[in-house]
């Protein structure tokens, strides 16, 4: 099931196309599961045992956060409609590998070591995730799709040329360079604002001690 949500969304599988995708009847898929809810379930922990380590190292804090959003976007990319399942279905915590747990806490373990407030490192912790699930979903899943995402402009092309005497020098210049850089270049570019956000806060707990 978790390769169709990754493809579908989760609200999107149902019992017959599972059972389609699987080369089965909808009545043998009882025989493993007793019902639509135990397949997500099965399918939500799969996915959440993927979930990748980080590996903190305090001295080399912005190496430790640009591998670990790599690792997640690496994970996430596999499954990039799957990422909306907090949305489609209603998940307890059963579903919830311990590992998720203790990998969150030793990101925020970093984070404090370094010099973080509590608010701050969840503040840190929460743009990460927020960053990556919304680069996959935007970026990387249309990009997979096959869609030119990197030629995007802020505006299209066409806006543009029917409004032939606007004087709009910065779209149009903006529109005439794309694209300027690969999605990885992209992604690392996503990675610099985090960065950029962390030695902040980092300048502003220290003066303020």
Known sequence: MLDLAGVHGFSSVTMRLLAEHLGVTVRALYNYAEGRDEIVARAVALFVEQWPAPRPDPKRWEHSIREYGAAMRAVYRRYPRALLVSLDEQIDGLAIHEDRLAHTDAFLGMLRTVGLDLADAQVVHSDLALRVFGFVLLVDYRQDQGEPVM??????????????????????????????????????????????IVRDLLATTRQLH
Do not use: K, N
């Open 151 to 196: 030629e995007h402009t802020p505006v299209p092309l066409p806006w543009l040329q029917v409004h032939p005497a606007l004087a709009v020098p910065h779209l149009r210049e903006a529109v005439a360079a794309a694209p300027l850089m690969t999605v990885d270049e992209a992604f690392e570019r996503t990675m610099d604002g985090l960065i950029v």
